[in-house]
């Protein structure tokens, strides 16, 4: 039963977990680049995220892997009709590999009935408690924000 959502802040996917955690009453766990980095400026304050001591994205995501039981990736990026990974993604996946904790990447983008019947199954299977999420923000990928929170919202209760 998961019990923490950890997110690191970003637009999209990030963002869509932290609104979802507050929405639930969920505790929010995590960490967020140095000055509170994101895409369309400081993270607000409402999101109880620790600071790194560097700006760089990197840092962050892996002290997120690191703190969670487990870590849902969204991933929406086609490349000629198959899955491309983001730089993000893809450190993501390194980080959760080196600490060897379990990650699903989530394929389905725009279809929230895929994506939410795929993250229930894995769910199911891992059982987090302290559940990280990540994923495409929304400026690379419009539409992610809105994906994820419906996702969440089906699955995650």
Same mark, same amino acid.
């Given at each position: 039963?998961?019990?923490?959502?950890?997110? @690191?802040?970003?637009? @999209? *996917?990030?963002?869509?977990?932290?609104? !979802?955690?507050?929405?639930?009453?969920?505790?929010?766990?995590? %960490?967020?680049?140095?000055?509170?980095?994101?895409?369309?400026?400081?993270?607000?304050?409402? %999101?109880?995220?620790?600071?790194?001591?560097?700006?760089?994205?990197?840092?962050?995501?892996?002290?997120?892997?690191?703190?969670?039981?487990?870590?849902?990736?969204?991933?929406? !990026?086609?490349?000629?009709?198959?899955?491309?990974?983001?730089? @993000?993604?893809?450190?993501?996946?390194? !980080?959760?590999?080196?600490?060897?904790?379990?990650?699903?990447?989530?394929? $389905?983008?725009?279809?929230?009935?895929?994506?939410? *019947?795929?993250?229930?199954?894995?769910?199911?299977?891992?059982?987090?408690?302290?559940?990280?999420? *990540? $994923?495409? @923000?929304?400026?690379?990928?419009? $539409?992610? %924000?809105?994906?994820?929170?419906?996702?969440?919202?089906?699955?995650?209760?």
């Amino acid at each position: 039963m998961i019990e923490v959502i950890i997110s @690191g802040g970003q637009t @999209g *996917a990030d963002r869509a977990a932290l609104d !979802f955690a507050l929405e639930q009453g969920f505790t929010i766990q995590g %960490y967020c680049p140095q000055g509170r980095r994101a895409d369309d400026g400081p993270l607000d304050k409402k %999101y109880p995220l620790q600071e790194t001591e560097s700006s760089a994205y990197q840092k962050r995501t892996g002290l997120n892997v690191e703190l969670a039981d487990a870590t849902v990736i969204f991933n929406g !990026f086609l490349f000629n009709g198959l899955p491309e990974y983001s730089p @993000g993604t893809e450190t993501t996946i390194r !980080f959760a590999n080196k600490h060897g904790k379990p990650f699903i990447v989530l394929q $389905g983008f725009p279809d929230v009935a895929k994506d939410a *019947a795929d993250l229930k199954r894995w769910l199911e299977k891992y059982t987090p408690q302290k559940l990280n999420v *990540a $994923g495409n @923000g929304e400026e690379k990928c419009p $539409g992610m %924000y809105s994906h994820v929170l419906a996702v969440l919202r089906q699955v995650i209760k």
